[in-house]
Structure formats: structure tokens, C-alpha cells
């Protein structure tokens, strides 16, 4: 059964400082995502990741993928109060037919003046 | 806006009715599938649809729960003899997978909150 753990689950920074989000999980995966979700809101969808190695930024936001540690990070740089909200990573199992995501519990990050 | 719509978007009902949620994905995508989302938790799969064919469902989706996709457009979820476990926030997606390569990303739509009192 594939599981997917998040850590931290909380998170409260101060604008301007750096702080990484670490994403595990574990059997092999074909994709790894990124999502946002705003409280009362749905998923909005930030990052895909698809090879070992990949990384891919907007804004103040980076991901990366170790497909050998199975392991992903979301790194934020000069934390703004924007980006307040509650971040899962999601992963699809390798191999054909199965494209249901697991998803971690989520890290609710508050970004405070 | 051509996103993922959801309706309605809040249901409350009594424990032992039935429920149904109605899904229209984004236009081009051929691939649906719902989730369930409670409280501090991330989305959990229910079931997966391509076209219209239903082609995974999780041990989540007991017998009280049907879903279908007649025409391979829009979605129903129904849940029958609804119970205060049943209460959570239902999340529908679409995605598009039709050329190698594709990411296959879920777009999700705003989801419907059911509440069994």
C-alpha cells in the first residue's frame, strides 16, 4: 500500500525567512504532485513532477524529486503572508492503469508579519 | 469558466437518507474520479472513471455508495442510507490523458460539503 508522509504538519514562519516542506513516500511512483488548498476552498494545483532530478519553481515556490529516496521537497523563499495555506503532495503508483493519487495529511503554513 | 463545477455545494441531511452529487468536469477531459476529504486530512480516492467506464474503485466505496458517468461527460455521486460517518467534503476531478508524455495533472473542483445530522 503506498503511504505518503508530510512533515511538518505545521508550520508558522515569519515573512522573509526560508523553510523546506519534505514530501516521502513508499513504493516507486510515476508522479508526484504539489497542491495548495485554501481554508474553506478546493485544490489548486502548483507542481508536477515526473523524473528523478526534476525541480520546478514559480515565484517564490521550488520543488524538487529524489525518485531514489522517494523523497520530494517544496522549498520557500522569503515567505510572504500570500502563501499562507494548508500544502499536500500527492503520488500516483508506477505502472500502467492505476491514476488514483495518495495524497499526504498536509502542511498548514502560516506566514506571519 | 471552463474549471471543474460541483453542485450543490453544501448538503445537509438526516442520517438514512440518500444523497446525490452531480460533477461536470473540464470539457476536453476524458478521465474523472472523486474524493473524499474530512477535517486536517488530505483528499482519499473513491473512485476513478475513463470515459464512461468505471475502472478503479477503493475499499472506501462500500455498497451504499454508487457513482456513474453515462455518456462520458458528467458525474454522479449518489450515497444511500447516508450516516454521521458519511459527513465529510466530497472533491470532484478531471484530467486529460490522450498524448505520451502528458502529466496528467487533477483539477479539482470546489467540492460539494455534505453534513448528516
Known amino acids: 500500500e503506498l503511504k505518503v508522509e508530510q512533515n511538518p504538519l505545521f508550520l508558522s514562519m515569519q515573512e522573509g525567512k526560508n523553510y523546506t516542506i519534505y514530501c516521502n513516500y513508499s513504493?516507486?511512483?510515476?508522479?508526484l504532485y504539489w497542491y495548495r488548498q485554501d481554508p474553506g476552498k478546493s485544490l489548486e494545483s502548483l507542481f508536477v513532477?515526473?523524473?528523478?532530478?526534476a525541480v520546478k519553481q514559480e515565484g517564490r515556490l521550488m520543488a524538487s524529486l529524489d525518485t531514489k529516496a522517494r523523497l520530494s521537497t517544496l522549498h520557500i523563499t522569503a515567505a510572504v503572508h500570500d502563501l499562507s495555506a494548508t500544502y499536500f503532495c500527492a503520488v500516483t503508483p508506477s505502472g500502467a492503469g492505476s491514476y488514483q493519487l495518495t495524497f499526504g495529511k498536509g502542511t498548514k503554513l502560516s506566514v506571519i508579519p | 469558466d471552463t474549471g471543474v463545477s460541483q453542485n450543490p455545494r453544501h448538503k445537509i441531511t438526516k442520517r438514512g437518507q440518500n444523497v446525490t452529487f452531480r460533477c461536470d468536469p473540464i470539457?476536453?477531459?476524458?478521465?474523472l474520479y472523486w474524493y473524499r476529504q474530512t477535517l486536517g486530512q488530505g483528499p482519499e480516492f473513491l473512485t476513478y472513471f475513463q470515459n464512461e467506464a468505471q475502472l478503479e474503485k477503493s475499499r472506501l466505496l462500500s455498497d451504499r455508495f454508487s457513482a456513474e458517468r453515462p455518456k462520458g461527460s458528467f458525474s454522479t455521486l449518489e450515497i444511500q442510507r447516508t450516516e454521521q460517518g458519511d459527513s465529510a467534503m466530497y472533491l470532484c476531478?478531471?484530467?486529460?490523458?490522450?498524448?505520451?508524455?502528458?502529466?496528467?495533472?487533477?483539477?479539482f473542483g470546489p467540492g460539494t460539503r455534505l453534513t448528516v445530522l
Open positions: 476531478a478531471s484530467s486529460f490523458s490522450g498524448t505520451s508524455g502528458s502529466t496528467d495533472t487533477q483539477y
Open positions: 470539457s476536453e477531459h476524458n478521465r
Open positions: 513504493t516507486t511512483s510515476d508522479r
Open positions: 513532477l515526473l523524473s528523478n532530478g
